[in-house]
């Protein structure tokens, strides 16, 4: 890798793309939510469900009401899916799957010593390459959670056409919490995500600059 940037400019193109996409695309499905806050069945709510009824506070929403929202939804839903392609292409296509994506044989034990390390259990951060094997996992679940997004959004979408993908999630009703769970989990990971840049500041130079060359 001798004379590349630690960070190509398409991973900082996706990336920088991703941070204001996903934002709209978070408050613009929560304006969805309050058109009925309710999960399962009409007159059948899932009685497992602790948030029925749970209406988000009107500044994390975007959109006004249904139609307006669902308008943002999906005209930023097609751009998330075609920067996540463009980024998955290059990622298998260059080879830099190998050190961002998580391994288990190679990254589980290095993960759990570096959380050792944030809980001070440990005095001295573990030996690491590019990313530390909890930052590729941290990144590989946004992938994978990505993915459900998308798939879980498709059978909200078209639940009688794409009968098959809907069945995944165990029909229309299933899909939505999959979708909102998905939304919960990407927040947590984003917010992580956030904590470790402000630790690390380094890292936001590199996703500005590219890094210096090695």
């Known amino acids: 890798m001798t004379g590349v940037r630690p960070q190509p400019w398409i991973i900082r193109l996706a990336h920088w793309i991703n941070a204001p996409v996903l934002l709209i695309m978070a408050m613009s499905g929560l304006q969805i939510l309050v058109a009925y806050p309710f999960m399962g069945p009409r007159g059948l709510t899932y009685a497992w469900w602790p948030l029925q009824g749970w209406v988000p506070p009107e500044w994390s929403r975007l959109g006004g009401w249904l139609a307006g929202a669902r308008a943002w939804h999906f005209a930023f839903a097609w751009l998330i899916v075609a920067n996540a392609v463009v980024y998955l292409v290059y990622l298998f296509a260059s080879g830099q799957w190998r050190r961002r994506l998580f391994w288990p044989p190679r990254d589980t034990g290095q993960a759990l010593l570096q959380v050792a390390y944030y809980l001070r259990l440990r005095k001295t951060a573990p030996p690491s390459g590019f990313y530390n094997g909890l930052q590729r996992l941290a990144y590989t679940s946004i992938l994978v959670l990505a993915a459900v997004e998308v798939l ?7 639940p009688v056409q794409l009968q098959a993908l809907a069945w995944i999630f165990g029909g229309y009703d ?41």
């Open 152 to 158: 879980s959004g498709l059978a909200i979408w078209k």
């Open 174 to 214: 299933g899909a939505r919490v999959a979708h909102l769970v998905g939304l919960m989990l990407l927040g947590l990971l984003t917010a992580g995500h956030l904590v470790m840049v402000l630790l690390h500041p380094r890292a936001i130079l590199e996703m500005l600059t590219g890094g210096k060359k090695r």
